[in-house]
């Protein structure tokens, strides 16, 4: 039977503590094995799966709208890609929780793959980035998130999402050099209030960010979380949607791709990830990877 029911974390809220990690193929990588353990070991309910363009192409699967993460380049801007196999996103109220889930993951994907990287994440303050500027505000909710993060059977399985996984590193010293009103006009929002600046320049990251001014519009159901780890700090920015395209066309205006105007972000961010994944739907609480 063929699923269309979305992995079900994918839109509940993120809780206090997450965890995001990347595999690639082991040398000892079986195909047969590898699918079985994808569709009847891993349980949806502790988090969310993507796969990457590698791993479909090693199942001999054929989703024409996946496609790896593509490095992009813009004035000044460099946006890396670092295209993995197959990626897990989990969050819970613990980080006990966190490392139980991990250690579980680990032993699931043992023989077919290897960790390639991990990154604990936590929800920073009531859901601010570390900048401390209130992230998620323009997220769409409720029945819009299902219509823009799942697929609805067009181009993609019923119930498949997108995810595009993609870690910034942050220099907050850099941003803390800035005045508290340039920093505003940075991100276009008042840090306090979070009230929108609308005389905020073109460069502000929610003026090239801004979802509607697209043609067309370019939503996507975004889940980011801080991360912290070492001297390294930043944010793990993770949307989801019922393609890739809408991502891809903000990044690309944030990167000055389109019109040489680069999103103020960079200033004291930067991308070193990106991936992009598909997410199967779930039949009985299981991954679907019927691809027709
Ligand atoms: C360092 C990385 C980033 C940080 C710190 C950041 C932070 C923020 C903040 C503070 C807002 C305003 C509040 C909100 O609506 O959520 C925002 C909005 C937004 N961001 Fe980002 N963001 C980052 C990267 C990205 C990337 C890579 C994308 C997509 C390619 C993106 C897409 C969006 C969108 C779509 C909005 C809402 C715009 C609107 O429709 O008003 N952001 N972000």
Redesign the pocket.
């Known amino acids: 039977m063929s699923g269309s029911v979305p992995q079900p974390c994918i839109l509940s809220a993120n809780l206090s503590y997450g965890l995001s990690m990347t595999w690639r193929e082991s040398s000892d990588f079986n195909p047969l094995r590898a699918r079985k353990t994808l569709s009847s070991q891993f349980d949806a309910k502790m988090g969310t799966l993507g796969i990457g363009d590698p791993l479909l192409k090693s199942l001999s699967l054929t989703l024409p709208s996946l496609r790896p993460f593509p490095s992009m380049a813009g004035p000044g801007v460099s946006i890396p890609s670092s295209q993995g196999s197959l990626w897990a996103f989990a969050t819970a109220p613990s980080r006990s929780e966190i490392f139980d889930i991990a250690e579980n993951l680990a032993a699931l994907f043992a023989h077919d793959f290897v960790l390639e990287d991990r990154m604990e994440t936590f929800t920073y303050r009531e859901g601010r980035?570390l900048?401390g500027?209130?992230?998620?505000?323009?997220?769409p909710s409720g029945e819009r998130a299902f219509s823009v993060a799942i697929s609805n059977g067009t181009s993609a399985p019923r119930g498949s999402s997108f995810a595009?996984v993609?870690r910034?590193e942050?220099d907050l010293d850099l941003l803390h050099q800035h005045s508290r009103s340039e920093q505003d006009r940075m991100?276009g929002?008042e840090i306090e209030s979070n009230r929108e600046i609308d005389d905020a320049p073109i460069s502000a990251?929610?003026k090239r960010?801004?979802?509607?001014s697209f043609s067309p519009d370019a939503f996507?159901y975004?889940k980011?979380m801080p991360w912290a780890q070492g001297e390294g700090k930043?944010?793990e920015?993770i949307?989801f949607g019922s393609s890739l395209d809408p991502?891809e066309r903000?990044?690309r205006r944030?990167a000055g791709a389109d019109d040489g105007v680069r999103d103020a972000?960079f200033t004291f961010?930067t991308p070193v990830t990106g991936g992009y994944y598909w997410c199967p739907p779930v039949s009985g609480g299981r991954l679907d990877l019927t691809v027709s």
């Open positions: 980035d900048s500027y209130v992230d998620g505000t323009e997220n595009a993609q910034w942050h991100i929002r990251h929610i960010s801004a979802q509607e996507i975004r980011s930043g944010l920015f949307a991502f903000i990044l944030m972000l961010s």
